[in-house]
């Protein structure tokens, strides 16, 4: 049989006289699981980008080749979407949404008609002119210090090669092919891609670029492919063939594994397993102490789609809604009945679930386009400027649509409105007299609406917030902690900064006492307090916030039933005591030995 080039290149290397030696590299563990495979090298470069002014004669023509691409590429995400849509697995939905975006990017976004203005009016042709637009709308978001909307630029990478790629003739490069157990190779990985890979064929992936909050991660975790981001020197040496191990935890990669390095591996494969079928076990049972205190968990979701992923993984509610998904990548502002539909969907879906919506968190240096020209100074420090709350009181017609729609929804399931970046009862008093407005003005329209009216909570993410709980509990109906944004500013570190990555460090005291001293508050005043951080996900502070006597967590789904699983294993007692104990200690390392040690049952 004939076997094209591309097939003699990825075929194993015949056995060489010395076997090469082992090679151990490391980078970001951002999807668990061990696998034993082979190498499958992937590149994927682009072609070379002609640059060249076109004639003024030109332009029709060249923005017609534009409008080819643009349907084309459209056409093979639809395409996409319909595989997707038809496969099922538990990756479905997030996958679904991705690509959901990626076509909204390509249907009269600001992307099309930025490229369609540097057709029309600096001539340039159109692959010079959607490259040119990806550097721009990329230096924009890389200007934006939230993870979730800076990850963005990828989208827009993703979205942008894909059209220069047809408008240069050059067909996509096959992720489908592979052969069966490969362990993918290549320089970077798009979340688009990410979703062409077959789980029944491709036991894992590295790339040398990637970070643990990127889409790429986030998609690696859905598709349950272990996958390890950011290896130096990853492709150096590699060769298509060669026996290779990644273990998606711990962030290792391991080529050409001796015998005894492929026995502990295979060791490591078997608990594995045993683990992924104790967990799947767990996500019907309830989350309940071995005393009887329950313990409601709930996901954090980004998307309407991701309810499904939140009902798989067993999640009593949504415990955190962002709806800034409302707001970006278009031109105008969602209106009040949009908001409505959306926010439908989601607690429809949820089948009588609580949901609760956080109003708009954005600030004057993430504004959506639909904002864009109105006066607001983002400041010298936008993360200490207006934001959040300040923002939606500030603008009060966006706050009251977001209201509307929220009580709208409200009369077909329950939900709850969290305010973001609190710092003083005023602003809560502030929200709730609108919620009072806006409720009779439906009432006087007689569109239906939440009676009683929805819970009103705070969300705790500043050091004051968290000294005031006090005061704040008495006009709050519950508090939701945001620990990854309390962590930053009590320390005053930027968490996406790299170079101060070793600072942020959620086992401070000072971040651990703020938590307590809220959860306090909350107790005594005898209203709900949620955790709702990166923090609530991570086993290791567990029995710290059931001991804090926190009631309720929300977290990824993804991260449910280790939650549920530590959960069951705890008596509130004996946490409470521990916790006690615990928060005498000053050192933040000696903390997280700690925590860990109770985590692994050696304490």
Not at 567 to 573: D, G, I, P, Q, S
């Given at each position: 049989m004939k076997m094209d080039k591309a097939s003699r290149a990825q075929e194993p290397r015949p056995a060489a006289a010395q076997a090469p030696r082992p090679k151990r590299l490391t980078g970001l563990g951002v999807s668990p699981g061990t696998v034993i495979g082979t190498v499958f090298l992937l590149d994927k470069g682009l072609p070379p980008i002609?640059?060249?002014?076109?004639r003024r004669e030109d332009v029709d023509s060249e923005l017609a080749r534009l409008t080819s691409a643009v349907d084309k590429a459209v056409g093979q995400l639809d395409a996409l979407r319909g595989k997707v849509a038809q496969g099922g697995g538990s990756g479905q939905q997030e996958a679904l949404a991705l690509l959901d975006v990626h076509i909204q990017m390509l249907q009269g976004s600001r992307l099309v008609r930025r490229v369609e203005g540097l057709i029309r009016e600096a001539r340039l042709n159109a692959e010079a002119a959607v490259e040119t637009a990806i550097g721009e709308m990329s230096a924009y978001f890389r200007t934006i210090s939230d993870p979730y909307l800076s990850a963005?630029?990828?989208d827009i990478a993703d979205v942008g090669q894909r059209l220069i790629r047809i408008l240069a003739g050059r067909t996509s490069h096959s992720l489908q092919e592979m052969p069966t157990g490969s362990i993918l190779f290549t320089e970077d990985l798009t979340p688009a891609e990410t979703v062409l890979l077959d789980p029944e064929r491709v036991a894992g992936f590295a790339t040398v670029a990637g970070g643990a909050d990127s889409h790429t991660a986030i998609m690696a975790r859905s598709l349950g492919i272990p996958a390890v981001l950011g290896v130096k020197g990853l492709i150096d040496g590699a060769k298509p063939g060669d026996r290779v191990v990644i273990d998606g935890a711990e962030g290792l990669v391991c080529l050409n594994p001796d015998r005894e390095m492929l026995a502990e591996f295979k060791s490591h494969i078997t608990l594995e397993q045993a683990e992924a079928e104790e967990l799947q076990s767990l996500v019907m049972l309830p989350s309940i102490t071995r005393d009887g205190v329950e313990i409601a968990l709930k996901a954090n979701i980004e998307l309407p789609r991701e309810t499904g992923l939140a009902k798989a993984a067993g999640a009593e509610g949504v415990g955190l809604l962002r709806s800034e998904f409302l707001f970006m990548?278009?031109?105008s502002l969602p209106s009040e009945d949009e908001q409505y539909e959306s926010f439908r969907e989601i607690v429809g879906s949820m089948g009588g679930r609580p949901v609760t919506i956080r109003t708009l968190d954005i600030g004057a240096d993430k504004l959506p386009l639909g904002l864009t020209g109105r006066e607001i100074d983002a400041g010298y420090n936008p993360a200490l400027g207006m934001r959040a709350i300040r923002f939606s009181l500030r603008f009060r017609s966006l706050l009251?649509?977001?209201?509307?729609?929220?009580?709208?929804?409200?009369?077909?399931?329950?939900v709850r409105i969290l305010l973001p970046m609190i710092t003083s009862a005023q602003e809560i008093m502030a929200v709730r007299r609108i919620v009072r407005e806006v409720a009779s003005k439906l009432l006087r329209q007689r569109v239906p609406f939440a009676d009683p009216l929805p819970p009103l909570g705070a969300m705790i993410e500043v050091p004051g917030a968290a000294l005031g709980a006090d005061h704040l509990a008495q006009v709050s109906d519950f508090f939701s902690v945001g620990t990854n944004d309390l962590t930053m500013y009590t320390l005053a570190i930027d968490r996406a900064n790299e170079q101060l990555a070793d600072l942020y460090d959620p086992f401070n005291p000072a971040v651990l006492r703020l938590i307590q001293f809220t959860a306090q508050a909350a107790m005594r005043t005898g209203i709900p307090i949620n955790i709702c951080g990166e923090m609530a996900g991570d086993e290791v502070f567990t029995e710290l916030f059931v001991g804090f006597g926190v009631r309720e967590l929300s977290m990824s789904a993804q991260r449910l039933p280790r939650i549920k699983r530590r959960?069951?294993?705890?008596?509130?007692?004996e946490a409470a005591h521990f916790v006690d104990r615990l928060m005498d200690e000053r050192d933040p390392a000696i903390i997280g030995k700690l925590l860990r040690q109770r985590l692994e049952g050696r304490a």
């Open positions: 002609p640059e060249h002014a076109i963005r630029i990828h990548n278009r031109d009251e649509d977001q209201i509307a729609a929220i009580l709208r929804v409200g009369a077909h399931g329950p959960v069951r294993l705890l008596e509130t007692a």
